[in-house]
């Protein structure tokens, strides 16, 4: 469990990762048991939630264990006392076939190295009913505790697709829009009116924005304007707007040249 919680590649070795919050450990019990692989618990989280724990299950059990509180502490990473720690199972989704549908609205991060804005982005993501996300080398990885903190558990629900170079998208007919903090030459987001049926988001880099190979491949940049007391927005703000936005356009009939 230590081990899941420090590192990736042991995560990717047992193809499992960490939760630690009680509100998402309730709520796989209640709909997603099958997901869960082992549950430690503290006595007081059994005493508390035994109608769930101990009530008939459909699927498979999982293994169930429990131990004093300032043992869970330790296995933590966070400063907050948990009650609880499961070990969740990796959920597996066909690589490309998302890129293979006719109608798809998706998102790729370009090297976004801060986990809290990666599970913030693959929680609105999830929230504005995107089809799935994909993510470049160089990206946090999205099995870590906090990033499944912050994605508030989407990470099991929508499609999210880890070390993807870009080059491995570019044979489906996507048309790309690239999210820029350099006005010039970009258009407004505001001015975007319609979307072709495959669109897909890019998003780069919290420092250094997206590459010069990804603007480059874009079909369309654009921006969000701002005060010009304010140079930029923080890369999870801009793109749940972004996501928004595109999210409610109608589609359009043709694809933008590059």
């Given at each position: 469990m230590r081990a899941l919680v420090r590192d990736k590649?042991?995560?990717?070795?047992?193809?499992?990762?960490?939760?630690?919050?009680?509100?998402?450990?309730?709520?796989?019990?209640?709909?997603k048991q099958d997901q869960i692989d082992?549950?430690?618990?503290?006595?007081?989280?059994?005493?508390?939630?035994?109608?769930?724990?101990?009530?008939?299950?459909?699927?498979?059990?999982?293994r169930l264990y429990h131990c004093p509180q300032a043992t869970l502490d330790r296995l933590s990473d966070t400063s907050t006392a948990q009650e609880a720690l499961a070990i969740v199972k990796q959920p597996t989704w066909p690589r490309l076939d998302s890129a293979k549908r006719p109608s798809l609205l998706t998102v790729y991060l370009d090297s976004v190295q801060d986990p809290t804005n990666v599970g913030t982005l693959i929680r609105s993501?999830?929230?504005?009913?995107?089809?799935?996300?994909?993510?470049?080398?160089?990206?946090?990885?999205?099995?870590?505790?906090?990033?499944?903190?912050?994605?508030?558990?989407?990470?099991?629900?929508?499609?999210?697709?880890?070390?993807?170079?870009?080059?491995?998208l570019a044979p489906f007919p996507l048309s790309c829009f690239a999210a820029d903090s350099n006005p010039q030459g970009a258009t407004p987001l505001s001015a975007i009116t319609r979307r072709?049926?495959?669109?897909?988001?890019?998003?780069?880099?919290?420092?250094?924005?997206?590459s010069d190979r990804l603007l480059l491949a874009a079909n369309v940049r654009f921006y969000i304007p701002l005060q010009e007391a304010v140079e930029s927005l923080n890369v999870a703000s801009a793109a749940a707007i972004s996501l928004h936005h595109f999210s409610t356009l109608p589609l359009a009939d043709v694809l933008p040249g590059r």
């Open positions: 590649f042991s995560r990717d070795q047992e193809r499992c990762f960490i939760v630690n919050t009680t509100k998402l450990i309730l709520e796989l019990l209640r709909r082992s549950l430690l618990v503290t006595p007081d989280f059994l005493t508390k939630h035994q109608d769930i724990l101990l009530a008939p299950r459909i699927v498979q059990p999982f993501a999830a929230g504005f009913g995107l089809d799935a996300v994909w993510l470049s080398p160089g990206c946090a990885d999205v099995f870590s505790p906090k990033v499944v903190r912050a994605s508030a558990g989407t990470i099991l629900t929508i499609p999210t697709f880890r070390d993807v170079d870009f080059s491995a072709p049926a495959k669109t897909m988001l890019m998003f780069g880099n919290e420092s250094q924005g997206l």
